[in-house]
């Protein structure tokens, strides 16, 4: 396994002040005590800021050949705090394979027109 997705409660955007940012605080803390501080992220979003159908990095730690990441997901009105753990050299190359056969298969369809 190359790469596990934790997904939190929904939460509706009315409670995000107050539920989304306290379970990121409680899961920040928790992680810190575990790695140390982060080394990036920029912090919970204001949930006005962020658009549907996007995650956003709120911290993220780099421990050995393992990421791990808390993100939001913006789902509409709705939300939820998210942990990703994956190891990076893995999806960098499943991202480049996957672009590879989307560049090779719009080029056959332009060499059949």
């Known amino acids: 396994m190359y790469k596990a997705v934790i ?3 929904i939460i509706n955007y009315e409670d995000y002040k107050s539920e989304f940012v306290a379970q990121t605080e409680a899961l920040e803390k928790i992680l810190t005590e575990k790695y140390g501080s982060a080394t ?3 912090g919970v979003p204001e949930w006005h800021t962020t658009e549907k159908g996007y995650t956003y990095l ?9 990421r791990i990441e808390m993100r939001a997901y913006n789902k509409g009105i709705y939300f939820s705090l ?3 753990i994956f190891k ?12 590879q056969s989307n560049s090779e298969a719009a080029k056959k ?3 059949i027109l």
Request: charged share 35%; hydrophobic share 25%; glycine share 12%.
């Open 40 to 42: 990036d992220g920029a």
């Open 7 to 9: 997904n939190g409660n």
């Open 82 to 84: 998210e942990l990703h």
């Open 88 to 99: 990076p050299s893995v999806v960098d190359k499943l991202e480049k394979r996957t672009e």
């Open 58 to 66: 709120i911290y993220g730690w780099d421990i050995g050949t393992k």
């Open 109 to 111: 369809a332009k060499d």
